[in-house]
C-alpha cells in the first residue's frame, strides 16, 4: 500500500478520442510523475510536475499534457488517441523532503487504457 | 537518451535455484534502483543503490551497484514461487534529471514448485 490512488483502473476508448487519468498522491509528497508502461516492457517517463509546474518531461508529444492540483493530486490528459497509446499509466509520487532522498517513486496501481 | 539494457528478459526457474539479473547502461547513474512488479499492480521498491561498488541485501536478494556507475545485478538465492514477477532496475542521472528514472525493459521471473 503505497498511498498513492489512480483512478479510473480500466478504461476503454476508441482512435481520436481524449481520455483524463487522475492520481491522488501519498499525503505529503509534493511532486508527482506519469509513466507510460505498455505491455511486456518497463515504464517510460512522460513529465514530471513540481509544486503545480511541469518539471521535466519525456519523449513523448504535446497531445500529452498534465495537470498539478495545489492539494498536489494530478491529472494527465491525453488527446486525439491512437491505437499506440494503449497501455498501464501509472503515477508516482515522492516525499517532500530531499535529504537523503534518491528518486525513489511510490507508485498507484496504474490506470489500464485500450484504445480500440 | 539514457538507456538501460536488462537481462535476461525472461527467466523461468526451479525452486530452490539461484538466478541473477544484469542491468547495463554506457551511462552514468546517480543512483539506481530495483522495482517488483506484479500483474495488476505498480511496481513497488526494492532497494537503491548509491555508491560505486555498493552491495545490498533484503533476505535472499543481493543488489550489487558497478564501480562506475552504469551497471547493476540482482541475485536471487534459493528462488521461491513467491518470488515470481516482473523485475526492473531504474536509473536516476540526478542533476536536472533527478527523480526522473529510466527504466529497463525488464525481466519476468516464473518459479515452479
Known amino acids: 500500500e503505497t498511498g498513492v490512488t489512480q483512478s479510473p483502473t480500466h478504461l476503454i476508448k476508441t482512435r481520436g478520442q481524449q481520455v483524463t487519468l487522475r492520481c491522488s498522491s501519498q499525503?505529503?509528497?509534493?511532486?508527482v510523475s506519469w509513466y507510460q508502461q505498455a505491455l511486456g516492457q518497463g515504464p517510460q517517463f512522460i513529465f514530471q510536475?513540481?509544486?503545480?509546474?511541469?518539471?521535466g518531461r519525456g519523449n513523448f508529444p504535446p497531445r500529452f499534457s498534465g495537470l498539478q492540483f495545489p492539494n498536489y493530486s494530478s491529472e494527465l490528459n491525453v488527446n486525439a488517441l491512437e491505437l499506440d497509446d494503449s497501455a498501464l499509466y501509472l503515477c508516482?509520487?515522492?516525499?517532500?523532503?530531499?535529504?537523503?532522498?534518491?528518486?525513489?517513486?511510490?507508485f498507484g496501481e496504474g490506470s489500464r487504457l485500450t484504445v480500440l | 537518451t539514457q538507456l538501460l539494457e536488462q537481462s535476461p528478459q525472461f527467466l523461468s526457474i526451479q525452486e530452490g535455484e539461484n538466478l541473477t539479473v544484469y542491468c547495463n547502461s554506457s551511462s552514468v547513474f546517480s543512483s539506481l534502483q530495483w522495482y517488483r512488479q506484479e500483474p495488476g499492480e505498480g511496481p513497488v521498491l526494492l532497494v537503491t543503490?548509491?555508491?560505486?561498488?555498493e552491495v545490498k541485501k533484503l533476505k535472499r536478494l543481493t543488489f550489487q551497484f558497478g564501480d562506475a556507475r552504469k551497471d547493476s545485478s540482482l541475485h536471487i538465492t534459493a528462488a521461491q514461487p513467491g518470488d515470481t514477477g516482473l523485475y526492473l532496475c531504474?536509473?536516476?542521472?540526478?542533476?536536472?534529471?533527478?527523480?526522473?528514472?529510466?527504466f529497463g525493459q525488464g525481466t519476468i521471473l516464473t518459479v515452479h514448485p
Open positions: 508516482a509520487s515522492r516525499p517532500v523532503t530531499w535529504t537523503g532522498n534518491t528518486g525513489e517513486l511510490f
Open positions: 531504474a536509473g536516476d542521472a540526478g542533476g536536472t534529471s533527478y527523480g526522473k528514472l529510466t
Open positions: 499525503s505529503g509528497h509534493n511532486t
Open positions: 510536475y513540481y509544486r503545480e509546474e511541469e518539471n
Open positions: 543503490v548509491v555508491t560505486g561498488g
